[in-house]
């Protein structure tokens, strides 16, 4: 797995893991339930992609979608 991007929010991961899916590329938020279970604020929320997604994803979250 690959960190494609780091939030400061649960609600930012979402939208990140939303726009990443709506591509066709499969997203986790490894530290969605960390923080939801333990009400904690984290330094960052990662959202990951499978290794051979990682370039896609970051060109999606970029914006240029390709």
Known sequence: MTT???CSSTDEAMVIRSLLADSGVNAFVPDELTVTYRGMTQPSIRVQVADE???TARS????TGQ
């Open 60 to 63: 999606i979250i970029a914006g």
């Open 53 to 55: 997604d990682a370039e």
């Open 4 to 6: 494609v991007a780091e």
